[in-house]
């Protein structure tokens, strides 16, 4: 599985988003081509035309369930799936419905999304969150009382749960870990998405993390490789929107980002156990424990 510091096994994108009006199975075939075996396929908001009611979430959910079903069908690849209101959605919404009803149908979203992670047509929750820009204070301390409802919810399904939230360093780290003692959430089973490449458990706080492999990030995760006890994985955030072509990384960038970890590892004397070890547990083991 490892020949000459190359990888051929398991690939996983664990946050990626496809759009039927974009370019939907090409760009899974484009994973697949250089090396992609599975992806978590979450629920795309449609921030520009946003749900009204719970019936909209209800379409919205279905059509990832059946593009899930399509992916695998057309390239007999792992897909899972990932339901759930955008915290965004909520925040745009309190303009026009108040934060009432926002939070009401929001809460509802969740409810649905558990319904269909019951019935095994998905495995995660998500993404759920917090916004991730400036926001007045009300709106915050808003979004954070519901997000502690979101996530007692979570853990009363033992549902695995994978949140969007703010670049804010260690402190979200640590505001996140205060939300699963109030919640009662397993820490293993949030998983904290687009997350910066410092994997230092110090620094995670035992969140899990799907990390944004962008430039730069492979020579942070290898300088705190040996310090991270917590599950992390590696992630895209593909949006399938030609219209922002550039806005994250494109679908081949986890398989290419697997292969420079493998090799870095591989120069700084790794042994081959190690590395065949920590790419399994990247691709296979940790998904599979957390979702």
Known sequence: MLEDGLWHGEIMDQHIHLDRKNRYLDAINEFVKVGGTAINLVHKPDFNNLPRKIEDYKIAYLNTIEMSNEVRNTFDIDVVVTLGPHPVSWERQIKSMGYEKSTDLHLGAVDLALEYISDGDAVCLGEVGRPHYPVSDETWNKSNELLLQIMEKSAKEGVSI????????????????ELCKKSKMVKKKVIRHFAPPNIDSDFTNGISSTISVGKGS??????T?????????????????????????????VPKRTQQLCKKMWELDYSDNEIIGLMKNIHSKWPKEIY
């Open 162 to 177: 994978q949140l969007h939230v703010e670049s804010n360093g260690k402190k979200t780290y640590s505001e996140i870990s």
């Open 218 to 223: 492979i020579e942070k995760i290898i300088e």
């Open 225 to 253: 490789l040996k310090k991270s006890d917590s599950i992390w994985g590696m992630e895209t955030d593909f949006l399938d929107d030609m219209n922002r072509p550039g806005a994250v990384l494109g679908p081949k960038t």
